[in-house]
């Protein structure tokens, strides 16, 4: 069984991406930060073949969640997080999906806006030559990880939301003698700055998006 795993706080006005709303402003912040979730809960519902968990927090905010979500109770598990760090409810999270029978686990946050079904699936491929596979961050972070185990090493003692957190990640992948594999870096939105260049980007392009414009300066 393949099981994805989204991580997400409720949005709630001045709880979400705070460093975003310190130059755009909280309101414009959170219109973004949900947008880029209805995006992520998109993408991995495109992929097939795979149980999908939401685990938020606050844990008393479920029925935020599942409206800002539109979660289909049919497709779409709700679970809060456990308490601990980042690390502590990641491995949380991939060792109850063990459990319940999964032989293959992606976990993505909501930060990243160009994921899509494609590198979930490409992560999961990953698993088939190795034990882990990560997605880098431009950021330094990663914004999924791909593994059949709550292996241990990769969530203890880790700096998260920092600069090192993917090198570290690895060094520590690398102590534990796991087969890393690495899929291309993405970026995460967590300041303006990523947001303004994320929107270049996407105009270069010419995709389109629903995401709302940032609020003038």
């Given at each position: 069984m393949?099981?994805?795993?989204?991580?997400a706080?409720?949005?709630e006005?001045?709880?979400?991406?705070?460093?975003?709303?310190?130059?755009?402003?909280?309101?414009?912040?959170?219109?973004i930060?949900?947008?880029?979730?209805r995006?992520t809960?998109?993408?991995?519902?495109?992929v097939?073949?795979?149980s999908v968990v939401v685990?938020?927090?606050?844990?008393?905010?479920?029925?935020?969640?599942?409206?800002?979500?539109?979660?289909?109770?049919g497709t779409?598990?709700?679970?809060?997080?456990?308490?601990?760090?980042?690390?502590?409810?990641?491995?949380s999270?991939?060792g109850?999906?063990?459990r319940?029978?999964?032989d293959?686990?992606v976990?993505v946050?909501?930060?990243?806006p160009?994921?899509?079904a494609d590198?979930?699936?490409?992560a999961?491929r990953?698993?088939?030559?190795g034990?882990?596979?990560?997605?880098p961050?431009?950021?330094?972070?990663?914004y999924?990880?791909?593994?059949?185990?709550?292996h241990?090493?990769?969530?203890?003692?880790?700096p998260?939301?920092?600069?090192?957190?993917?090198?570290?990640?690895?060094?520590?992948a690398?102590?534990a003698?796991?087969?890393?594999s690495l899929?291309?870096?993405?970026?995460?939105?967590?300041?303006?700055d990523?947001?303004r260049?994320w929107?270049?980007?996407?105009?270069a392009?010419?995709?389109?998006?629903?995401y709302?414009?940032a609020?003038?300066?």
């Open positions: 393949r099981r994805v795993i989204v991580f706080r409720a949005p006005l001045g709880c979400v991406k705070t460093r975003l709303a310190a130059d755009l402003g909280a309101e414009a912040a959170l219109e930060y949900r947008e880029l979730g995006h809960l998109a993408a991995v519902c495109a097939r073949h795979a685990q938020y927090t606050p844990a008393d905010r479920r029925a935020l969640v599942e409206a800002w979500l539109a979660c289909d109770a779409i598990t709700l679970r809060p997080q456990c308490d601990g760090d980042l690390g502590a409810r990641m491995a999270a991939v109850e999906a063990v319940e029978g999964a293959a686990v976990v946050g909501t930060d990243c160009s994921l899509d590198v979930i699936e490409r999961f990953t698993l088939e030559r034990d882990v596979g990560f997605g961050a431009a950021d330094g972070g990663y999924l990880v791909a593994l059949r185990a709550p241990a090493a990769l969530f203890h003692d880790i998260w939301s920092a600069s090192d957190t993917l090198r570290r990640t690895l060094e520590a690398a102590a003698r796991l087969r890393v899929l291309e870096e993405r970026m995460d939105i967590d300041t303006a990523d947001w260049r929107q270049a980007m996407r105009d392009t010419d995709g389109g998006s629903s709302p414009a609020a003038p300066e």
